[in-house]
């Protein structure tokens, strides 16, 4: 069987809430999808609770890997 091999990259900023549904969606669409891959959350220096959701995620999911900026680096 064929399996696809994707990179899935998140970035955020202040997305707390948002996080762990987020992930639980891709998680889903890969298994559905059979597709092998990984997840790149980036957390763009969020004062919220991004970074622990996003550390949560990574505990949760061995493919799920984790980025934080100390600071706010903007769209560019």
Do not use: W
């Amino acid at each position: 069987m064929y399996r696809h091999s994707v990179s899935v990259i998140l970035p955020a900023y202040n997305e707390g809430d948002n996080i762990r549904p987020l992930v639980e969606k891709v998680v889903k669409s890969f298994h559905e999808q059979k597709i092998e891959g990984e997840v790149i959350l980036i957390n763009d220096g969020s004062i919220d609770h991004t970074r622990e959701e996003m550390d949560k995620a990574c505990s949760r999911h061995p493919f799920v890997k984790v980025i934080h900026h100390r600071k706010n680096l903007g769209l560019s």
